[in-house]
T-cell receptor, first 114, second 111 residues
Framework: DAGVIQSPRHEVTEMGQEVTLRCKPI?????LFWYRQTMMRGLELLIY????????DSGMPEDRFSAKMPNASFSTLKIQPSEPRDSAVYFC????????????FGSGTQLSVL | GIQVEQSPPDLILQEGANSTLRCNFS?????LQWFHQNPWGQLINLFY???GTKQNGRLSATTVATERYSLLYISSSQTTDSGVYFC?????????????FGAGTRLFVKA
């Protein structure tokens, strides 16, 4: 298996632009997580899905952030409009719940908002 | 919410040395995981260890859930062990979903 696949690896954009981050979980995994990593706040859980349904989005910082999971093999995290303080590494992770919750992470997207 | 504390925050080792990293958590949990983030940023799952002891090569981990701590042992350290080590726990009542990460232990192994 190729593991969790994220794209793009790097994104540089200007303040006010829309940013879309993409994630393909490991085949057969039924839970998907979006994390954000910064020096100041460490790894923060933004939102997680179980069987394509958003379970808890309390970590999403503002209404500018939204996430979708239209099917079991694809999820997006969108920021609109983007701001410089959104600059961070965004990770996607997946797991199989009800068996064990071992998390597998993608390589992350390094986002820079100028 | 649950608090996850890792110690030490930073650690410098000479290659070949052994070390122990600690993770304390403030509430009962369903499971605990240890991760290694390498210098390129990749997060690798080392152990899924809700209780007991597991070993994988030079690494081993022990979780004592009743006392709310876990230990990660690194023996005969190598330069490739450098990076940040995180423990992560899902608080009880979250069904194992809402995994929270500690601040990490930053390890540098000198050649």
């Amino acid at each position: 298996d190729a593991g969790v696949i994220q794209s793009p690896r790097h994104e540089v954009t200007e303040m006010g632009q829309e940013v879309t981050l993409r994630c393909k979980p490991i085949s057969g995994h039924n839970s998907l997580f979006w994390y954000r990593q910064t020096m100041m706040r460490g790894l923060e859980l933004l939102i997680y899905f179980n069987n394509n349904v958003p379970i808890d989005d309390s970590g999403m910082p503002e209404d500018r952030f939204s996430a979708k999971m239209p099917n079991a093999s694809f999820s997006t995290l969108k920021i609109q409009p983007s701001e410089p303080r959104d600059s961070a590494v965004y990770f996607c992770a997946s797991s199989i719940t009800r068996i064990n919750e071992k998390l597998f992470f993608g390589s992350g997207t390094q986002l820079s908002v100028l | 919410g649950i608090q996850v504390e890792q110690s030490p925050p930073d650690l410098i080792l000479q290659e070949g040395a052994n070390s122990t990293l600690r993770c304390n958590f403030s509430d009962s949990v369903n499971n605990l995981q240890w991760f290694h983030q390498n210098p390129w940023g990749q997060l690798i799952n080392l152990f899924y260890i809700p209780s007991g002891t597991k070993q994988n090569g030079r690494l081993s981990a022990t979780t004592v859930a009743t006392e709310r701590y876990s230990l990660l042992y690194i023996s005969s350290s190598q330069t490739t062990d450098s990076g940040v080590y995180f423990c992560a726990v899902p608080p009880n009542g979250t069904g194992g979903f809402k995994t929270i990460f500690g601040a990490g232990t930053r390890l540098f192994v000198k050649a």
